[in-house]
Nanobody
Framework: QVQLVESGGGLVQAGNSLRLSCAASGRTFSQNTMGWFRQAPGKEREFVSGITWPGDNTYYTDSVKGRFTISRDNAKNTVYLQMNSLKPEDTAVYYC??????????????????WGQGTQVTVSS
């Protein structure tokens, strides 16, 4: 069993930054691709960013490229999402997820077997 716990969400003004963290436990963190997704009210959950093991490959959805950075600290079993220049349209519940099957990044929610409970990010204009 895998447990993923996100933290770091909050309310910020547009243009500011937040760093989300996702701590993994219960299963080896190693050799697993990790992803960040988000879900805004009334919308489907969407891929934001992913990172492979041990962290040399990353991928971002177009809307966050140049503003968000994903990273992982394998010694701490933690993945991060640094979010800069936040916009009101970034407002959503952010989820981290673990893909136990693939060594590359996939953007579909169906490929990720384990999910955190989510953390709310609200960006005011």
């Amino acid at each position: 069993q895998v447990q993923l716990v996100e933290s770091g969400g909050g309310l910020v003004q547009a243009g500011n930054s937040l760093r989300l963290s996702c701590a993994a436990s219960g299963r080896t963190f190693s050799q697993n691709t990790m992803g960040w997704f988000r879900q805004a009210p009334g919308k489907e959950r969407e891929f934001v960013s992913g990172i492979t093991w041990p962290g040399d490959n990353t991928y971002y959805t177009d809307s966050v490229k140049g503003r968000f950075t994903i990273s992982r600290d394998n010694a701490k079993n933690t993945v991060y999402l640094q979010m800069n220049s936040l916009k009101p349209e970034d407002t959503a519940v952010y989820y981290c997820a673990l893909d136990p099957k693939h060594a590359f990044i996939l953007t579909s929610t169906r490929q990720y077997d384990y999910w955190g409970q989510g953390t709310q990010v609200t960006v005011s204009s």
